[in-house]
């Protein structure tokens, strides 16, 4: 919680799904101020990718074969400090691409061993509420961090200028140094038990869903959901500014109400998800989602400020899915979870590389048809398997 705390106020990465906050929003309206095009954008992320594919496999491999999970995740976080000190130093657009393929490299060492280490400090029962403390607290900090990169921002110049975006950069550089010092001196290793297999390379790392069956359809709704969030998130900061006249304030305030949000009511969701089950609260909280998609895409021109009405139902989608996280987790054995997460890397980052040079074609033709794509999606296709994954859960 201190690390993530600690993160989220330099506006880190965002919770898995969510839109970035604080400094992280503003990334591709930086690169766009240093000129790059829509397409360029897109392909940036689409390589990082592809990058991902290929450390997909031999990543999962080494997860699956470290015991000393602790030095493996140190080694990526140390990887990962560089990161924002090349942002706050680049002066062309080509060199975000070696910023986003080093930082891919890094979060491919450091997310499974994450989760791994997150997974093994709770019981299953205590799941749902251990993860909505966590949301609770760390969202604390990411209600500030949205308006201290907007205040920022604004003294140096606003949004017209990349130059005016870098200081933001390095505040997250130097947090970056403290997060790592932390984990160095008080971060405990974890230990679990490991089955050894004779298998051939992709017998070993398919094995997973011969053991948890379900975890096929889990892996088809994350790369739908991949696909979805690919295709949006590079753009989404410059469709707020350009297509609908957001300011560096709106944008936020944006951040800071969805966030105050999940500060409220994470706990009160988290104990009804335990009471009435955390799949049906998940379930609801789609609609909250779509609401969303559509008040961004009817907002008007004239009034960008209805983008935080917009971000509050976001930030309720996200809320209700807390219960639904736990579930996820709980479906994954720790000694699959690198065999796993090698599979999920492989096939969502195959889709990683489709979707971004897609969105970057769609936004020249309109920006909106990005939005009502991953509505439709949304609606047709994640919730879909959500209830189909339920459903088999339950039978078994």
């Not at 493996?72 to 990962?80: D, E, I, K, N, T």
């Not at 051939?200 to 889990?218: E, Q, R, W, Y």
């Not at 955390?278 to 609801?284: D, E, F, K, N, Q």
């Not at 400020?305 to 054995?333: N, S, T």
């Amino acid at each position: 919680m201190i690390r993530d705390t600690i993160g989220r106020l330099g506006g880190g990465r965002a919770p898995p799904g969510m839109e970035p906050r604080g400094g992280g929003a503003y990334w591709s309206i930086f690169m766009d101020r240093l000129g790059a095009t829509s397409i360029e954008i897109g392909l940036i992320r689409s390589i990082s990718s592809a990058v991902n594919v290929l450390l997909a496999l031999p990543f999962g491999w080494l997860t699956d074969r470290t015991e000393k999970m602790k030095r493996l995740y140190l080694v990526g976080r140390a990887s990962f400090i560089p990161v924002a000190l090349m942002r706050f130093l680049a002066t062309t657009w080509p060199f975000c691409l070696l910023i986003s393929v080093w930082e891919t490299i890094s979060m491919r060492i450091t997310d499974p061993v994450s989760q791994i280490i997150s997974i093994d400090s709770l019981n299953n029962e205590d799941r749902t509420t251990g993860l909505s403390l966590h949301r609770t607290i760390t969202s604390i900090a990411g209600i500030v961090a949205p308006l201290i990169s907007a205040y920022v921002i604004t003294s140096f110049g606003g949004l017209d200028s990349a130059d005016s975006i870098r200081p933001v950069f390095f505040i997250q550089f130097v947090l970056g140094i403290i997060i790592f010092m932390l984990l160095v001196t008080k971060m405990h290793d974890v230990n679990f038990q490991r089955v050894k297999r004779d298998a051939s390379v992709l017998g070993h790392f398919f094995s997973v869903f011969k053991d948890v069956p379900v975890l096929k359809f889990l892996l088809l709704r994350r790369c739908a959901m991949t696909f979805i969030n690919q295709l949006r998130m590079p753009f989404n900061g410059l469709y707020m500014v350009d297509v609908k006249g957001a300011d560096e304030f709106i944008v936020g305030w944006r951040g800071t109400a969805s966030t105050a949000l999940i500060v409220l009511l994470s706990m009160l969701i988290g104990q009804l998800a335990e009471r009435y089950g955390r799949r049906r609260i998940a379930y609801y909280g789609r609609v909250f989602g779509w609401l969303s998609y559509l008040v961004t895409i009817f907002t008007p021109l004239t009034h960008p400020e209805y983008l935080i009405v917009a971000g509050l139902l976001e930030g309720l989608r996200m809320v209700m899915f807390i219960g639904w996280q736990a579930f996820d987790q709980e479906l994954i054995p720790l000694e699959g979870r690198g065999r796993y997460s090698g599979v999920s890397m492989l096939a969502n980052g195959i889709v990683g590389v489709i979707a971004p040079i897609l969105g970057g074609v769609i936004w020249n033709i309109n920006p909106d048809y990005i939005w009502w794509i991953s509505l439709f999606g949304d609606a047709f296709l994640i919730l879909p398997l959500m209830i189909i994954i339920g459903y088999k859960v339950s039978k078994t």
